[in-house]
C-alpha cells in the first residue's frame, strides 16, 4: 500500500523556467511533509518542509504548496537551474505512522541548459 | 562539521554470506535510523534508536536482520545470511530528536548479493 505517491518517475524542464513536481498521499492523518533532494551516489538531503496547518511555505525559490482537501503536495522550484538535476522525494509523516517519514517513489528531475 | 559516515560504500557478497555496515552520525545527535532503499523506490525505515534504545524496529526482518547501537554513537547493522533480494542501498540517517527534526542521511552503501 503506498501511502506517498509520485506519479511522474521524470520531469525536464529548461533553465529559467518553473520546475513542478507534484505528490498525492492517501493517509489522511499525515500532518507534517517534506520535500528531499537526492544527488547520485549520494544520501538525500532535506529541502523544505510543510505543517499541516499551513498551505504554502517558500524557501528561496522552493516553495511548496499543500492542498489537504486533495492530498496533494508540489514543490515549485523558480527559476530551474541545471544544479537542480536531481531525484525529489516527497516525504510524509504523523497520524497512524507514528512520526515514521513514509517516502514517495522519487521524481528525477533534469534542468536543460 | 562532519556529515553522516558509513561504510563500507560498496560491497559485493555472494548469497547466504553474511554481511555488516557500520554508521556514525553526527555528533550530539540522539537518534539515528537505517533505511532500505530498493531500486526505483523511496528510502523505507528498518529501525529508530533514540540514544541506545531500539524504539522502532517494526519494519527490520528480525531473522536475518540485526543492529546495534552501543554507547548511543555509532550503529552496526548486520544480515545473516545474505538473500538474492537483500540487493539494495542501505542508508544510516541521524537528527537531533524526534522525525520532524531534520534527518541528515549518510551517502549509504550499496549491497550486491550474488
Known amino acids: 500500500d503506498q501511502q506517498v505517491k509520485q506519479n511522474s518517475p521524470s520531469l525536464s524542464v529548461q533553465e529559467g523556467r518553473i520546475s513542478i513536481l507534484n505528490c498525492d498521499y492517501t493517509?489522511?492523518?499525515?500532518?507534517?511533509f517534506l520535500w528531499y533532494k537526492k544527488y547520485p551516489a549520494e544520501g538525500p538531503t532535506f529541502l523544505i518542509s510543510i505543517s499541516s496547518i499551513k498551505d504554502k511555505n517558500e524557501d528561496g525559490r522552493f516553495t511548496v504548496f499543500l492542498n489537504k482537501s486533495a492530498k496533494h503536495l508540489s514543490l515549485h522550484i523558480v527559476p530551474s537551474q541545471p544544479g537542480d538535476s536531481a531525484v525529489y522525494f516527497c516525504a510524509a509523516s504523523g497520524g497512524g505512522s507514528g512520526d515514521k517519514l513514509t517516502f514517495g517513489t522519487g521524481t528525477r528531475l533534469a534542468v536543460r541548459p | 562539521e562532519a556529515g553522516v559516515v558509513q561504510s563500507p560504500r560498496y560491497k559485493i557478497i555472494e548469497k547466504k554470506q553474511p554481511v555488516a555496515f557500520w554508521c556514525n552520525p553526527i555528533s550530539g545527535h540522539n537518534t539515528l535510523y537505517w533505511y532500505l532503499q530498493n531500486l526505483g523506490q523511496g528510502p523505507e525505515l528498518l529501525i529508530r534508536?533514540?540514544?541506545?534504545?531500539?524504539?522502532?524496529d517494526s519494519q527490520l526482518p528480525k531473522d536475518r536482520f540485526s543492529a546495534e547501537r552501543l554507547k548511543g554513537v555509532d550503529s552496526t547493522l548486520k544480515i545473516q545470511p545474505a538473500e538474492l533480494g537483500d540487493s539494495a542501498v542501505y542508508l544510516c540517517?541521524?537528527?537531533?530528536?524526534?522525525?520532524?527534526?531534520?534527518?541528515?542521511f549518510g551517502p549509504g552503501t550499496r549491497l550486491t548479493v550474488l
Open positions: 493517509n489522511s492523518m499525515f500532518d507534517y
Open positions: 534508536y533514540e540514544n541506545e534504545e531500539a524504539v522502532d
Open positions: 540517517a541521524s537528527s537531533l530528536g524526534s522525525y520532524r527534526d531534520e534527518q541528515f
